[in-house]
């Protein structure tokens, strides 16, 4: 049987707390976070649609609320979106069997919500069918598989282990976070328990003897959860780098929202993106930069490979440098920030406030 995606649900996990990217995450659920200028998960729901799928359910638990005022029933992408909400989150595994009865398919399709991927939906469903699988899981080869699920397979693409981050991964092979579910595999997870999908379902399937599989591809991959892969990800989408159909046409050095005020000899690069509303003042250097909205940036800053949340404001001649600033936060002129830092919503830090070099 041919792999259908229209007879696929898709269900996207966004009920994660995003600790990871504080404080971009205390009033923003990480999925709604803009990304190339769209919230991130606007491009994941484009991919779904482009391949075929059309059901959606989202499995929400933090600031649930935000999705659904966001993208409404779907209709505006073309896609039939419903919400599921647990009032305590119910881990990974947990919402996935939350939302059984919405469930209208044979094959359901899982993702997680914080996953960018170049990766062609369709092929892993049709490894699912020819596998006769009851769980196919999408795996990458990354350098550092220890902050991932690790996943070893053998000659046939059976899965022999999964191994949630382990310390000592005996293979560079990690899941990706794209998961094909039999639909009774779903019904067998416990309902309104907590259970992690990583840690207890895919174990205990593996011991119970189910067909596990892998889907392995080269394709582009990176999870958008730590900072420095989150301005990674919207910088190589503004470049084209990876794919979104939502920016079809619109790939360049830089992404510009139409009311952005750039005022003369400014320099965007390296897939800078600049949010709704914002004010970019003259001679300044934005290079691998995430933009949000409303934020001011008065003349002659250098940023790079940094975050600034809606509502910012960045001093003349400031210097930030791998930094996520928080909404409306306010760093004074000449600031230099360093990599790594992060600066909390609403505080301000006054001109010359922080230096490092000696010199000037
Ligand atoms: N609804 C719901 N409820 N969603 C949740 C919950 C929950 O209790 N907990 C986490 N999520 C969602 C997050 O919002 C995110 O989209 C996804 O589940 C994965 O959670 P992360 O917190 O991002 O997990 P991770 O990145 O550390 O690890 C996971 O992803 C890796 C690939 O990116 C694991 O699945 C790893 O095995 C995997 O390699
Ligand atoms: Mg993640």
Not at 88 to 99: Q, S
Not at 283 to 293: A, I, M
Request: a negative charge; hydrophobic letters at 40%; proline letters at 4%.
């Amino acid at each position: 049987m041919k792999a259908n995606p229209a007879q696929t649900d898709a269900v996207i996990l966004v009920g994660g707390r995003g600790t990871r990217l504080r404080p971009l995450t205390v009033n923003t659920p990480k999925p709604m976070l803009s990304t190339a200028g769209y919230p991130f998960l606007q491009h994941l729901l484009a991919r779904i649609k482009a391949a075929g799928i059309t059901h959606v359910v989202l499995g929400t638990s933090y600031r649930a609320e935000v999705f659904e005022e966001y993208f409404g029933d779907g209709s505006e992408m073309g896609l039939e979106i419903e919400y599921v909400v647990e009032e305590e989150a119910l881990g990974t595994g947990g919402a996935i069997r939350n939302v059984y009865d919405r469930l209208r398919h044979e094959t359901v399709m899982v993702f997680n919500g914080d996953v960018l991927a170049g990766t062609d939906l369709n092929a892993i469903l049709e490894t699912h069918e020819s596998k006769n699988a009851d769980v196919t899981m999408h795996l990458v080869r990354v350098s550092d598989p220890r902050a991932f699920g690790c996943v070893p397979t053998d000659t046939d693409g059976r899965v022999l282990e999964f191994l949630e981050k382990t310390e000592d991964p005996p293979t560079d092979q990690v899941n990706a976070g794209c998961y094909v579910f039999r639909r009774e595999v779903v019904e067998a997870i416990p309902a309104k328990k907590v259970v992690s999908v990583e840690r207890e379902t895919f174990p205990q399937l593996l011991i119970s003897g189910s067909r596990v599989y892998g889907h392995v591809d080269h394709a582009y991959w990176r999870d958008m959860g730590r900072p420095g892969d989150f301005v990674r990800g919207s910088s190589d989408l503004v470049r084209g780098v990876v794919h979104s159909p939502l920016l079809e046409g619109r790939t360049g050095e830089s992404l510009v929202e139409a009311s952005v005020g750039v005022a003369g000899g400014v320099i965007l690069l390296g897939g800078t993106s600049i949010g709704r509303g914002s004010e970019i003042g003259a001679g300044c250097r934005l290079d691998g930069t995430v933009v949000f909205e409303g934020v001011t940036i008065e003349p002659g800053a250098v940023i790079e490979d940094s975050i600034i949340a809606a509502g910012a404001r960045i001093g003349a001649n400031a210097r930030i440098k791998g930094c996520v600033i928080g909404e409306g936060a306010h760093i004074g002129a000449r600031c230099e920030l360093k990599s790594g830092m992060r600066v909390w919503p609403g505080v301000v830090i006054p001109d010359n406030g922080v230096r490092f070099s000696s010199d000037a």
